[in-house]
T-cell receptor, first 112, second 116 residues
């Protein structure tokens, strides 16, 4: 089955700097890759997603890139702000199933 | 749009009792709902997938007789933790998928279960 790895597990950046989180997946048939942000004690919130027929997607300060050949995708946050501090999870969905397989998460801390 | 509610938000129960958690899609019809378990500082672990009107599909290692899932309508799925034990204490989160073909899953706020 699908296996998703995520790095780094923790990331600290200064306010205004960029943050990059990388994920790799094992199933080449996976076709959908969402990113979720989870604040402490709250629900995961979808922040951006990308489908396998697209290489890059951007939404204001957030972007996601996908390299299907290498089977990895990355989340890029520019001009980070303290409110970006949270745990970020990547996920992958197989081509035939409905389920998401989540990465282990990255705890991002944006230091003022 | 795409709001999912979950009830209760937290519950404390005694060992041996059963607890029911409800997950509702408020503004869309969810043909598929998912139940996850999340331990502190860990990722979301899928427990089961439920499709409206059919039996849930459980992930390997999840006891279907202990975690009863019912998806009786397009807006409601329930998870019942039967004969709860302290090791069942966890954060349980549901998510729902819009039945109109989208891939996105929208999460409920979660239920923190503590078994004493």
């Amino acid at each position: 089955g699908e296996n998703v790895e995520q790095h780094p597990s923790t990331l600290s950046v200064q306010e205004g700097d960029s943050a990059v989180i990388k994920c790799t997946y094992s199933d080449s048939a996976s076709n959908y890759f969402p990113w979720y942000k989870q604040e402490l004690g709250k629900r995961p919130q979808l922040i951006i997603d990308i489908r396998s027929n697209v290489g890059e997607k951007k939404d204001q300060r957030i972007a996601v890139t996908l390299n299907k050949t290498a089977k990895h995708f990355s989340l890029h946050i520019t001009e980070t702000q303290p409110e970006d501090s949270a745990v970020y999870f990547c996920a992958a969905k197989g081509n035939y199933g409905q389920n998401f397989v989540f990465g282990p998460g990255t705890r991002l801390s944006v230091l003022p | 749009g795409a709001v999912v509610s979950q009830h209760p938000s937290w519950v404390i129960c005694k060992s041996g009792t059963s607890v029911k958690i409800e997950c509702r899609s408020l503004d869309f019809q969810a043909t598929t709902m998912f139940w996850y378990r999340q331990f502190p500082k860990q990722s979301l672990m899928l427990m089961a997938t439920s499709n409206e009107g059919s039996k849930a599909t459980y992930e390997q290692g999840v006891e279907k007789d202990k975690f009863l899932i019912n998806h009786a309508s397009l807006t409601l799925s329930t998870l019942t933790v039967t004969s709860a034990h302290p090791e069942d204490s966890s954060f349980y989160i549901c998510s729902a998928r819009d039945g109109r073909g989208a891939y996105e899953q929208y999460f409920g706020p979660g239920t923190r279960l503590t078994v004493t």
